[in-house]
Structure formats: C-alpha cells, structure tokens
C-alpha cells in the first residue's frame, strides 16, 4: 500500500518561508494519472485546498495562495515539497499531503504535520 | 465562511441513520462538478469515503451512501456505530474560484 509521510519545519517564524517535503513509499510518484496535493486544517477549522502537482511538473495552486506558493516535485528522490513564503499566524495549521485523482478526489493521505508560525 | 455549506453539527444513535448535507450553488455542484466526501476521525488522517457522488473505496462499509441532485449533495450513514463520531466533510470544485472546494464540516456526534 502506498504511503505518504510529510516532514519539515514545525516552527516557522512570520514573514519567512515554511518548507514542507512529502516522502512516497511503497509505490512510484512518476503516474501520468495521479496528482500531488497539500491539504491544511487551521486549529479549530475546517480542510483548505493548497494545491497540486503532476509528475510531469503541472501545477494548481489555490488563487488565494498562488502569490506565495510554490509545489515542486522529485521523481529520483520519489517526493514533492511545498514552500510559502511570507508566512503570518494565519499559516500556522497541519499540513496534510495526498495522492489526487483526475477527478479531484484524495485518495490517499499522509498523517499531517503541524507547523506553527510564531515569533 | 466555506462554498459548500454543511450544518456544523448532526447527532444520532447507535444503530440509526443520520444524513449530511452540503449545499452549493451554479459554479460548483451545480456546474455537474462531482462531489467527495472524507471521514475525518480524532487523530488520524482524513479518510476518502465517498468518490465521484455515490462511489465507495475498496473497504468503506456500505452503511455509508453518496447521492447529489441540483446545487446539493447528502451523505447517508445508516446503521450508526460509536466509531463513526468524528468530523465529515464534502468536496468539490468551484469554477468561479478555480479552485478545489471544501465544506465547512460537520461534527457527528453517536450519542
């Protein structure tokens, strides 16, 4: 069964850049049919689309975001990352990452990570 | 204040059936844009439970049903176990946002 496990910074102080990596395992990052998305939950809030990307480098970034995002993605190394930059308090969450189907829909998830953003 | 609007909280007892809904408008539900729902249970990640309106996954309980008409969308959980408590959520795309679309939530309380 594949896995997704994200790692990264779990204390990002505001107006620097939060960089998140999410490892692939038991399976390959490389299908033309499959997206790689973040997903973040806010304390005490609800889901937040962040975006994805396709092995062959395509992204969607959430309009809210896209001044600030930037969603890459490593075939050799079998990962994607997220970077935001000029992070606020608004930013702090647990960052989810996720396998994406053509269709919208995630299938697979990571466990999250928490990053706070504080001084 | 979310797109896709769910009541923020649904409650029932062991063994009764408690429906969600999730309501939207031309540019996303109503655009024929599919809708998704996922179990969001206390200290795990969130879990895929619904696809493309009234699919299941391989291994989700048949006690948990997808249907959408219109604008809107509604998860049916019949058969209510304690397990089930925990948050659900819908999903879809927005056109007018480009965007894809989160529900606000609800909490599922099994009394």
Do not use: M
């Not at chain 1, 689309?49 to 975001?65: A, E, F, K």
């Not at chain 2, 408008?25 to 619904?50: C, E, M």
């Amino acid at each position: 069964q594949l896995q997704l496990q994200a790692s990264g910074s779990g204390l990002v102080k505001p107006s620097q850049t939060l960089s998140l990596t999410c490892a692939v395992s038991n399976g390959s990052i490389s299908s033309n049919f499959e997206s790689w998305g973040w997903i973040r939950q806010p304390p005490g809030k609800g889901l937040e689309w962040i975006g994805y990307i396709y092995h062959s480098g395509t992204t969607y970034y959430n309009p809210s975001l896209k001044s600030r995002l930037t969603i890459s993605v490593d075939g050799s190394k079998n990962q994607f990352s997220l970077k935001l930059n000029s992070v606020t308090a608004a930013d702090t969450a647990v960052y989810y990452c996720a396998r994406g189907s053509l269709t919208d829909f995630f299938d697979l998830w990571g466990q999250g990570t928490l990053v706070t953003v504080s001084s | 204040q979310s797109v896709l609007t769910q009541p923020p909280s649904v409650s029932g007892a062991p063994g009764q059936r408690v429906t969600i809904s999730c309501t939207g408008s031309r540019s996303n539900i109503g655009a024929a844009f599919d809708v998704h729902w996922y179990q969001h249970l206390p200290g795990t990640a969130p879990k895929l439970l619904i696809y493309v309106n009234n699919n299941r996954p391989s291994g989700v309980p048949d006690r948990f049903s997808g249907s959408k008409s219109a604008t809107s969308a509604s998860l049916a959980i019949t058969g209510l176990q304690p397990e089930d408590e925990g948050d659900y959520y819908c999903q879809s795309y927005d056109s007018s946002l480009s965007a894809v679309i989160f529900g606000g939530g609800t909490k599922l309380t099994v009394l």
